[in-house]
C-alpha cells in the first residue's frame, strides 16, 4: 500500500468513527478566516482545503476575509472568538512565525499557546518575479541591475511589510549589498503585489508561487528563480536559487489551519481527520499543484502542525538575531 492509498484508508476509516465522538459536530457551517484580499496564496489555500473538509463533514466551510497586518489582525481576532470548532484561520509563515519573531512591537497573541493547531495544509516557494519590460533575462543580470546606479528606480513589492515575501527580499538585498537601493512598496496581499509588478508599478519583488501562478501563466510577470530546493514540478524550466550559488534564499511557506485554544478534543480529532482526508483526495491535490502548491503528505496531526509552527518561531527568530532585521512597529 502506497502513502496516498493509507491517507485515502486513514481518513475514511478516522472519519467513519469521528461525528459520534464529535456529538453531531458540524451541525452548521464553519467559518475559515482568511488573513489577506482575495485572491492570493492563502485565500486559494482556504478555499481549496474548505472545499474538502465541507466533502468531508457535509457542512459548508464559509471563508470570510480579514486582510490587514501580514494576516496578523486576523489571528488577533480569531483568538478571542469561541472555541467551539466554527471559526478557524489559515495562516501562513508570515503571521505565526515571521511577525512574532521580529516585530519590535510585539504581537496580540502567542502563536504557540493561543490557538489548537489544527492541520498542515501545504507549502508553497517563493518566486523573484520582474515586469514584462524588465531588462534582465536572469536572475544573475537581474542581480547586476540591482547593484547599479539604476537600483534606486527599480522598486520592490511584497504582500505586505514583514511578509515572507518581504523578509525573502531583504535576505536577499542583505546578500547581493549596501549598492542595491530599492525602495519596498508593501501591499495588503500577494494579489495586488504581484499585480504591481505585472503593470510596471513596481520592477520586482519575490511572491508565493501561489499567488503569482496564474500571472506567469498568463505572461504577465517573468519567473526568474523559486526558492524551493528543487525546481517546481508545474515549471520546470524555472531555476532555484540554490541553484544559481544563493542557497540561504531557500524558503518555503508553510499554510497551516488553527482554532482558538480549548477546541473540545473530539471537535479537534474530527477537524484534522477531515482535512487529511481532504489533502488526500487526488483531484484536490492536483488543484493545489496547478496553483503553485503542494498539499502536505507527511506526519499530518494536531501535535505534528504545532511543531512546525515551534520550529519556524525559532527559525526566523535565529534569522532576526543573525541579520539584524526587524519590523518595525
Known sequence: MNRREWLLGFGAAALAAGPAAAQGFPDHSVIIVNGYPPGGSTDVAARLVGDGMSRQLGKPFVIETRPGASGTAAAAWVKRQSPDGYTLLLSESSSFAIWPAMYTEGVKYDPLADFDWVATVCTAPMVFIVSPDFPAKSLPEALDLLVSEKSGDLNYSSSGAGSIPHIAAELLRSKIGPKNVSRHIPYRGGAPAVQSISRGETAWGIASLGSAAGMIQG???????????????????????????????????????????????????????????????????????????????????????????????????????????????
Open 219 to 329: 505572461g504577465l510577470v517573468r519567473a526568474l528563480a523559486v526558492t524551493s530546493p528543487s525546481r517546481f514540478p508545474v515549471y520546470p524550466d524555472i531555476p532555484t536559487f540554490g541553484e544559481l550559488g544563493l542557497k540561504d534564499i531557500e524558503l518555503n511557506i508553510y499554510y497551516l489551519v488553527h482554532a482558538p485554544a480549548g477546541l473540545p478534543a473530539d471537535v479537534l480529532d474530527l477537524l484534522n481527520k477531515s482535512a487529511v482526508a481532504a489533502l488526500a483526495e487526488p483531484t484536490t491535490r492536483e488543484r493545489f499543484l496547478n496553483a503553485g502548491m503542494q498539499a502536505w503528505d507527511q506526519e499530518n496531526t494536531s501535535a505534528s502542525t504545532k511543531a512546525i509552527v515551534a520550529t519556524e518561531l525559532g527559525r526566523f527568530k535565529d534569522v532576526a538575531n543573525r541579520t539584524g532585521i526587524r519590523i518595525l512597529g
